[in-house]
């Protein structure tokens, strides 16, 4: 039964193949090259707005196409068409905005240095600036989480928006502090003069981020709700280990010598 269907539906191709290469040539699906080579087009269509890997997308494409044409010396296949560009701008933009943001780590922690003139509390400070980014982005990662472009611009936004809370902060602790101060009393001094100010300007923030959850394209609601997330986490960040790292030995360095051996006094 079989094998009559098939020589059936060969027969039929057979007679009517100067029609359908006719029809195909019309539709550009066909063409003729120099040489006597023929250029075949086979389009694979991907929903733009649907939550895609394209890497996997185009992987799998290969995993099924280059088998079946590995014997055959005359077929040579060639990846074109938007899918393989989007793949390649995506992994050129993920490696880019990875260096960019150690980058800005780097140039944000220099400025740490020069402005409280001391690298030991400069790189202390940084820690919670990359808190959002190392505890968001390690959840993510725990719960094997993709990692997108959307995705991974947030991290540099991110650190750029808590290093202002950090600033603000520090500036009114230290500010306390060359009063002479203890530093438990200088965190209260912080705390009433910017946390309100804090918890105001990211809570607007994040709410107007969240609207953008309501797009359509799937990247811009990830980097909307994983943005407000981020902020968030920077304010905890800057209200909660920052005060702890002052607090703790950690928060000589920010004091100054003078300051530092006369606390245990106060």
Known sequence: GHFARDAAERAVLKRNTPLIRQRLRQTHFLADA???????????????????????????????????VAEEKDIQITYTGVIPLIYKAQRALLSDLTESFFMAFAMIALVMVCVLRSPIAGLIAMLPNVFPAVVVFGLMGWLS???????????????????????????????????????????????????????????????????????????IVRFAWLMAILLLVALLGDL????????????????????????TRS
Do not use: N
């Open 34 to 68: 120099r040489g006597g080579e023929q250029l075949w087009r086979i389009s694979v269509r991907a929903p733009a707005l649907s939550d895609i890997d394209y890497g996997r997308f185009v992987e799998t494409l290969r995993a099924q196409l280059e088998p079946a």
């Open 145 to 219: 989480i993709w990692i997108e472009i959307g995705s991974i611009m947030t991290a540099s936004a991110a650190m750029g928006i808590a290093v202002d809370d950090t600033f603000h902060f520090l500036a009114w602790f230290r500010t306390e502090a060359r009063h002479g101060h203890s530093r438990r009393q200088s965190l209260r001094f912080a705390f009433h003069r910017c946390a309100g100010a804090m918890v105001h300007t990211t809570l607007i923030g994040a709410g107007g981020m969240l609207v953008f959850s309501l797009s359509s394209f799937m990247p």
């Open 240 to 263: 909660v280990l920052l005060p702890a790292l002052l607090a703790s030995r950690l928060g000589k360095p920010f004091v100054g010598k003078s300051r530092a051996s006369g606390e």
